[in-house]
T-cell receptor, first 114, second 112 residues
């Protein structure tokens, strides 16, 4: 089955630790995205990548880092510099961002930092 | 980026048609209107996309008037499983960025 996988579904970390969230897609999509969602709010863009080895900051990139070494993978690292990291993180991909805004989302990772 | 305004919540009953209207007064010439659906603790799911007039697919219709300053998502004969948050987004083909800007959405509650 084609789709986007995110792991783990739930993640717990102590304050001050870096943590990496996994996102893998087998849809052969060029573009991938990371969003953050806080309770009762819409999604906010963290980073996006339109092609391998290239990525751009979104609206709330501070305290986060990404890499795009392979087309299928777009991991997100939440660093200790992120002041309020507890949130629901969603990864998405799209086939041709030049012609369609249809993005396919993964199931999400709920990160709790204490 | 064009700002969108939509109702915070709506209630309906099974079998009724539901219309959710979104206002986007500063939409630009090359902007598209897109709607997504999200269930709790899941990623959003694309519903429909349009530029002008009417677009229909197997799950919904999207009505866009000539001035494009608003749009209406129409869900025919809703069921309990349509209870979700619905997001209206305006996205531009002009910029290099193709990512989406989500507002707070409309929380639709369908009652039996």
């Amino acid at each position: 089955d084609g789709g986007i996988t995110q792991s783990p579904k739930y993640l717990f970390r102590k304050e001050g630790q870096n943590v990496t969230l996994s996102c893998e897609q087998n849809l052969n999509h060029d573009a991938m995205y990371w969003y953050r969602q806080d309770p009762g709010q819409g999604l906010r863009l963290i980073y996006y990548s339109q092609i391998v080895n290239d990525f751009q900051k979104g609206d709330i990139a501070e305290g986060y880092s990404v890499s795009r070494e392979k087309k299928e993978s777009f991991p997100l690292t939440v660093t200790s510099a992120q002041k309020n990291p507890t949130a629901f993180y969603l990864c998405a991909s799209s086939m041709d961002p030049a012609t369609s805004y249809e993005q396919y989302f993964g199931p999400g990772t709920r990160l709790t930092v204490t | 980026l064009a700002k969108t305004t939509q109702p915070i919540s709506m209630d309906s009953y099974e079998g009724q048609e539901v219309n959710i209207t979104c206002s986007h007064n500063n939409i630009a010439t090359n902007d598209y209107i897109t709607w997504y659906q999200q269930f709790p603790s899941q990623g959003p799911r694309f519903i429909i996309q349009g530029y002008k007039t009417k677009v229909t697919n197997e799950v919904a219709s999207l009505f866009i008037p000539a001035d494009r300053k608003s749009s209406t998502l129409s869900l025919p004969r809703v069921s309990l499983s349509d209870t979700a948050v619905y997001y209206c987004l305006v996205a531009s083909m002009d910029t290099g960025r193709r990512a989406l800007t989500f507002g707070s959405g409309t929380r639709l509650q369908v009652q039996p």
